[in-house]
């Protein structure tokens, strides 16, 4: 099936019906070859090749959004049912949606595919959920960043702010939750990470939307830990701030403490910690402390 995709869009290219969009469809069959390891596996039913897409009678503008769509039924049949729900295969998928979206004109329509995208991967989810390795990071992380892509490209081209599917943030949870519990500072590592990971040929810079995408993951699989976690962690990064002499060090501590203050389960534990630690000596971390009691 994606072999047989590849040749229906390397004959589209020769053809008279690709001649406008030779440039974009050489893009896209170069993100799609990228992605053939995901089907690596994968065998012909019956020993039989399947036959050429036609695209005789798609319009232009649609070309591109159905080779999408043929793509995207082919992992789920090819893939996800016969290769598994890798962090890893769900990576290498989101980064192929990604790059073939962003050959697309930027416009409405775009905003539209990459909203579609996602809620494709939503319905996904719900059938194959992600599977995290125990000690995975770079696979799940470059799925995060590139959900948070499909995010601010949909709001870019469709002009508003995309509400988060609970479905969606369940499957960045586990990730999020490694990352809170093994930094002080785990909004900033992500974005640190973010910035050095390689970016898929992509023009992409890291901007503050991102980072906000990034504290709704966080502070969802924060609020999904154990109570003993939350507390455990919580009080280590009062610590943190409590003895910090660098402010703005102090701020990234912050950061990821007020992520909490959301929640009902915790914050009475946040003010007993306080109310039992020391005071400092910087007039800054006080009036952290202070935040905290008046939870």
Request: contains cysteine; charged residues 25%; glycine residues 2%.
């Amino acid at each position: 099936m994606h072999d047989s995709l590849l040749q229906s869009v390397q004959a589209l290219q020769k053809s008279k019906y690709g001649k406008g969009n030779k440039g974009k469809l050489i893009s896209v069959q170069n993100a799609l070859n990228l992605a053939s390891p995901l089907f690596a596996s994968s065998t012909q039913t019956n020993g039989q090749s399947d036959k050429v897409i036609s695209f005789r009678n798609v319009e232009q503008t649609e070309q591109i959004p159905q080779i999408l769509e043929e793509f995207i039924n082919n992992f789920e049949i090819q893939c996800l049912a016969n290769n598994g729900a890798s962090a890893k295969n769900y990576s290498l998928f989101s980064v192929t949606l990604l790059k073939i979206i962003k050959i697309l004109d930027a416009d409405k329509k775009r905003g539209l595919v990459s909203a579609h995208a996602i809620n494709v991967l939503n319905q996904m989810f719900v059938k194959y959920p992600v599977e995290y390795k125990k000690v995975e990071i770079r696979d799940p992380l470059r799925f995060a960043f590139v959900i948070t892509e499909l995010v601010m490209d949909t709001e870019r081209n469709l002009s508003k702010n995309y509400e988060f599917d609970e479905i969606l943030l369940r499957q960045i949870s586990p990730l999020m939750q490694r990352y809170y519990m093994k930094f002080d500072n785990a909004l900033s590592q992500i974005i640190d990470e973010f910035n050095k990971m390689s970016k898929f040929r992509l023009t992409v810079s890291i901007e503050e939307r991102h980072k906000e995408i990034v504290k709704i993951f966080l502070q969802y699989g924060m609020l999904h830990l154990s109570l003993d976690d939350k507390m455990s962690r919580a009080k280590n990064i009062i610590e943190k701030i409590i003895h910090e002499k660098n402010d703005s060090v102090t701020l990234e501590y912050y950061n990821v403490l007020k992520l909490c203050f959301s929640d009902r389960e915790l914050c009475p534990h946040l003010i007993e910690i306080v109310k039992t630690a020391d005071r400092s000596e910087r007039r800054f971390t006080n009036t952290i402390l202070d935040e905290v009691l008046n939870l």
